[in-house]
Structures are given as structure tokens and as C-alpha cells.
């Protein structure tokens, strides 16, 4: 069932994972190491989230013009060069390390994005919709791989080499990738004709105002590429937008639970005296469970319903941060990394897959970037309002707002789930 995105999608990814799973765990000890405070590296990842949110539609209209294999070349190399920055961040030793740092991240962001939105627009293009969820949840999955042996890479070289040796790691995993979409079995047969055979079709039962152009043989952006301006042109996204934002806002309680928790797991792991080599190693095992329950996450998507899983995902995940709360201590921490496992594997995808749920069959890429605000609204919202909540109450408070954030969340989708409509038990809506 997944071997049509294997090579193109699920490798290269799984490799681009692995190298973001190792410095995730490190952003906010690296900022610290270089003299920063705890404010203001729970703010860093705070404001990767502020330049994602504002790169996002840019970024699905980036993808929708070069093309979904060509928007995560372009990607990957530009992940290479911000992680060279990063590096030299460290290297340079100088009070303006922590800015170059932070700047760093700052494009690290959208660059990530990128790729999140061009994959996941391929997996919905390519595979058929019975198959859709747990196509969705093995893309899920692979980030769950990086999460787990990314951070056991990282710990591993912080044991021998400094901090900065994680993102050397980390770019290598990015050339690796980007070699791997190189090779013709990263290619997707008829793949191009597919998609200029859909946008053709939509084009024929509307008002035709599509000008004829120049067309590549090999870019899906190309088979797009018109002679003349446009965007302006294209024909309007046939979605139901209430739909998109009543479940949009469970969806911002999820992400910034998720962009949240390793903050928090670094900040209260420095705070109750573990070694950065215990705190990768406790978002690892998160990680390895993740990888277990996400299987569990896959059938109850499409046997118990998409809103099902995601009141389930959140109740579970927003425990783990009560729990770490409650038991100040490494085996709290090992207890609420368990139960934060269990909630967020279970919802391994949900978001793609709700995304391919609502999306329409033209203009995918453009609304994938309009659905990817509120994720990354999240992203921005839970990190900052930590940062914010550290500098004004305690750090204990901080860790058990995002928790509490998740729960809201989950009693929000319950409330509206008959007027969102999503598939319910097996099948799409």
C-alpha cells in the first residue's frame, strides 16, 4: 500500500526526521549554553513559530509554483546552509552567537514547513482515499522514527563532542535526503500527468482562462507553468471553511501542546538537575512508545472516527504535563513522558490527515498552506505564551498550561463535531 511514496516520500523523510529529532531536544540547551536565559529560549522556539505562521501561505504558493519534489529539494538545501549557520554560531564564540542562533532558527522554521506541506500534498495526491489514513499515519510515523533516533544520535555525540556536533549530524541527514530524491527510484510514475490531467479537467468544466504555456517534462511546477501572470486566474478553493475552522482550533491546542513539550521537558529536566544526555534520552523513550501507539492511532482513525482520535490524543497528551507537574522528579518525568507518548502517538497524522480530509481536489497545495496556519499558530502560540507565563508566575505553571491547553481542546472538537463532519467510522465523509 505504501510503496508508491516509499523512495520518493517516506525515505528521504525519515532522514530529514532523524536530523531534526536530534537538534529539537537541544534547541532550548543550545540557546542556553550560549547565555541565554529561560525566558528567552522558550521564546526562540516561540518565535520560529511567528516566522512559520507568516511564511505559510507564501509557502503553499511556493509549492504550488515548483512543484511538490522540487519545493523539497529546494528545501533541503536551504535546511543545509541555516544549519551551517548554526554551527558557526557556536564555533564563533562571540557575544553576537546567540543572534546569529536565533536568526538561524528564525529560517529553520519555514524551510521545515516547506517540506511538511510538499509531502504531505504528494501522499494526498497519490494514494486512494480508503488508504488515506494510514497513509497519513506512516508519514506520521517517520517523524515518530526521527523522534526516537534522533535524540539517541544526539545524546550519544553530546557524550563525546560538544552540543554543536548535533547539528553537524543533523545536516548530514539533510544531504543524505536530498541525494535520495535525486535517484530515479524517487520518482512516482505518472505522477506529473496525474496532476496536469486533474488541474485540465477542472479547467474544462469551468470558464477557461487558463493561458497555454511552456510545460516541463519532468516538474509537476513546470506542467503548471503558464506563459503569462496567473494566480490571479486560478479558480477559487472549493472547501467548507466553517468546517476548516472550528476543527482549525483543536488543532492550534494540539500543535502548541506538541511545540511545547520539549521546551518543557528541557527546561524542567535543567530545573530538577538531570544532565542533557538524560533529557534526550527521556524524549527518545517518548519517541520509541510513539512509534507502538501510532499503529492504534492509524484504526481507530478510520474505525472510530478522525474526531474521535483527536479528543483522545488530547485528554491522553495534556495529562503527561499534569503528571510532570505532580511528580517533580525523574520518575515523574520518565512517568509523564509515557503518558505524553501514549496521547500523541494515537494522534500520529491526525492532522495530515484531517487536512486531506478537507481539502479539495485543486488547489491542494494552496489549501494545505492555509491549513498549515493553524498548526503553525500553535507552534507560535505554545512556546511564546510558555515564555510569557515563566516570566510573570513560575516555571511550574508554565509546564502546566499547555496541558491544560490540550484538554480545552479536546472537549472543544466534542462540542462541534457533528457541525465539522468529519469521516466517522470507516470511510470518507
Known sequence: MLRPILWPVLVPFLLFAVGLGAIMPILVLGALSLGSTQAFAAAIVGIMGAVSLMATVPAGILIDRLGDFRAMAVATLAAIIVLGAIVAAFLWDSPHSLLVYTIALMLFGPVSDVWSLARQAVVAEVMPAADLAKAMTALGGTQRVGNLLGPMVGAGLMAFFLIWSVFVFSGATAIAAITIMALPIAKIPGFEEHRHR???????????????????????????????????????????????????????????????????????????GLHKSSISLIIALGAGLELIIMFVGAYIKDHLGRVATLAACLTIFGAGFVIMVALPDLRGMVIAAVVMACGNGLGAGVNMTIGA????????????????????????????????????????????????????????????????GLPGRRGRA
Open 357 to 420: 480530509d478537507l481539502s479539495p481536489a485543486v488547489g491542494r497545495p494552496r489549501f494545505l498552506g492555509i491549513w498549515a496556519i493553524f498548526n503553525n499558530g500553535g507552534k507560535l502560540g505554545g512556546p511564546t505564551l510558555l515564555s510569557l507565563i515563566i516570566t510573570l508566575s513560575t516555571l511550574r505553571f508554565g509546564v502546566l498550561f499547555p496541558g491544560l491547553f490540550a484538554i480545552a481542546g479536546a472537549a472543544w472538537v466534542l462540542v462541534w463535531a457533528r457541525r465539522i
Open 198 to 272: 486533474t488541474e485540465a479537467d477542472t479547467s474544462s468544466s469551468s470558464v477557461d482562462t487558463t493561458p497555454s504555456g511552456r510545460r516541463s517534462p519532468t516538474a509537476a511546477a513546470s506542467d503548471r507553468e503558464p506563459t503569462g501572470p496567473r494566480k490571479d486566474r486560478r479558480p477559487p478553493l472549493d472547501v467548507r471553511w466553517k468546517s476548516v475552522v472550528l476543527v482549525g482550533i483543536t488543532i492550534i491546542a494540539l500543535a502548541a501542546a506538541r511545540a511545547a513539550q520539549p521546551v518543557v521537558i528541557q527546561l524542567w529536566g535543567v530545573e530538577i
